[in-house]
């Protein structure tokens, strides 16, 4: 069993930057896919973008470049930096964590508003 816990989320104005973090348990983590998607009010939970063990990344085409996900194995932890931030990011941002079995946090509200 892997616990995820997200933190790093808030309200920003558009333009600004904020980063997410989170902090995987267990001693595997170097060995799994993780992840950041995201559920607007009303609408399905959406991938943002994925991180593998080997580091090799993918994003969503909606992140054009504004977003990087990093991770820390020493640090059991995951990293989602968002710069340029819209109003359409506004959403609760989960972390997911995948290798034989899939894992997911309890999300943090990010809220993009001027």
């Known amino acids: 069993q892997v616990q995820l816990v997200e933190s790093g989320g808030g309200l920003v104005q558009p333009g600004e930057s904020l980063r997410l973090s989170c902090a995987a348990s267990g001693n595997a983590f170097r060995l799994y896919t993780m992840g950041w998607y995201r559920q607007a009010p009303g609408k399905q939970r959406e991938l943002v973008t994925t991180i593998t063990s080997g580091g090799n990344t993918n994003y969503a085409d909606f992140v054009q470049g504004r977003f990087t996900i990093s991770r820390d194995n020493a640090k059991n932890t995951v990293y989602l930096q968002m710069n340029s931030l819209k109003p359409e990011d506004t959403a609760v941002y989960y972390c997911?964590?995948?290798?034989?079995?899939?894992?997911w946090g309890q999300g943090t509200q990010v809220t993009v508003s001027s």
């Open positions: 997911n964590a995948q290798l034989y079995n899939i894992y």
